[in-house]
């Protein structure tokens, strides 16, 4: 992967959750890797993930087919919660 030919994809809060999303876009079968934006090794000020340009429309759709919609969200909200059954 030529590091010239990359974009960002999302920053991530820390390089942890950068590794579960490149994860599951090599799940996927889209190239991914990490770049930590803390100047110094361990300070966690965010993790760049980083796609080939190629890859980028297809991995922004596989970032929206995880996210619920607002519409989706609500719904889940206004759903009672199952009744428990005792004995």
Known sequence: MRHDTLVVLQVCTDYIA??????????????????????????????????????LP????????????DSELAELAMESAPESSDG
Request: no cysteine; glycine share 6%; hydrophobic share 45%.
């Open 58 to 69: 297809r991995a922004q759709w596989l970032l929206l087919q995880q996210q619920p919609s």
């Open 18 to 55: 950068a590794d579960v999303l490149i994860g599951y876009l090599k799940s996927e079968a889209i190239p991914a890797v990490a770049h930590n934006l803390a100047p110094v090794p361990g300070l966690e000020q965010g993790t760049e993930v980083l796609v080939p340009r190629p890859y």
